[in-house]
């Protein structure tokens, strides 16, 4: 009879931390077998991960899942396989869920597989075929060691491959081809490897460093490169919730090569959103649908945690929103196809 207390208690938990943390639109979303949605949505702050559906703007849903992790970071979602990638950091690992598409919205996910703890405050996740490379974040619980752990995910099992030491700090990063973009954290510049995982592991330099004029602090990046557009974050100053933007360089690969290393691409050479109607202070997450022409921001320090949907802009400017959901702890985003 106690078991089945204790049961009953951690449902009635579970059903009022979904309730606390719904979204402003409609979550009535499609769940076991439906379309979801395809904008994904982590949080630092609860054990929960929502999809968004934008694909009507007048009738905009979102579902709810739980997850193994109180605190999260890094997301991914592999369509094919219906399975979500998460950087765990209440159990320093990565974690994969599978069964997205055939579950109800407001239940706990399946966890398939975990890593070891191999990390401390981890943050950003790439994807390059079968390969996760998770970032980590220096900080004092790992001797202040900024480090990517890169594992193979091969048949929905975790392996750790090998640990590379880049000689800065880490956050966001994304491959492009071969190439891995990642933000130095706690300066304007982003860094470039141009085959980060053709090395063996230890310590890795950057092919390229360069200065993205007109940021104070970068935290995340999203490349689009059929657009050739890149995406850079500006939280600003951490302890602000006004002072963040959006910076976005078209021609990207132009104006990189332009710059070289150690070079800078100038505040003339991009777009940048910020300002008081933005409801930008710490934007850290960012991505971009093409078919729509919108960018979506993980918006932290904001009302708790927002989802953050603007127009893509055609000169820089003080922009309105298109659309706002609250999502409390909001930490990173990921768009499926």
Known sequence: MGSFIKQIGLVIVTS?????????????????????GNIFVSSNTTSIISVFNFSD?????SVQFGTAS??????????????????????????????????LNGTNLNLLASSAADFTNGRKLAVSGNTVLVAQDAAASNDQQNRFYAYDVTGGTIRLITTYDPQINLW???????KLYAIIDNSDSLAVFNNILANQGGAVNADQKVQIEGI????????????????MTDIGEASSDSDGGIHIIQDFSTKLSAAGDRGTISLSDQIVISGTNTEL??????????????????????EGGKLI?????????????LHTEKNSGTSAIYIGD
């Not at 966001?172 to 071969?178: K, P, S």
């Open 16 to 36: 009022l931390i979904f309730i606390s943390c719904g979204s402003n639109s409609s979550n009535d979303g499609g769940t076991n077998g439906e379309d979801i």
């Open 57 to 61: 703007l007048e009738n905009i849903t």
């Open 70 to 103: 109180n605190d999260a970071d890094g997301i991914y979602y592999n369509s094919t396989t219906d399975r979500l990638y998460l950087v765990s950091r209440s159990n320093n690992r990565l974690e994969i869920y599978d069964g997205l598409t055939t579950s």
């Open 172 to 178: 966001d990063m994304q491959f492009h081809g071969e």
């Open 216 to 231: 104070l602090r970068t935290h995340a990046l999203y490349y689009d490169e059929v657009e050739d557009i890149m995406f």
């Open 281 to 302: 202070g710490n934007p850290v997450g960012v991505s971009y649908d093409r078919s729509s022409e919108l960018i979506y921001v993980a918006e932290r320090a904001v």
């Open 309 to 321: 949907v603007f127009r893509m802009p055609t000169a820089s400017g003080n922009e309105n929103p």
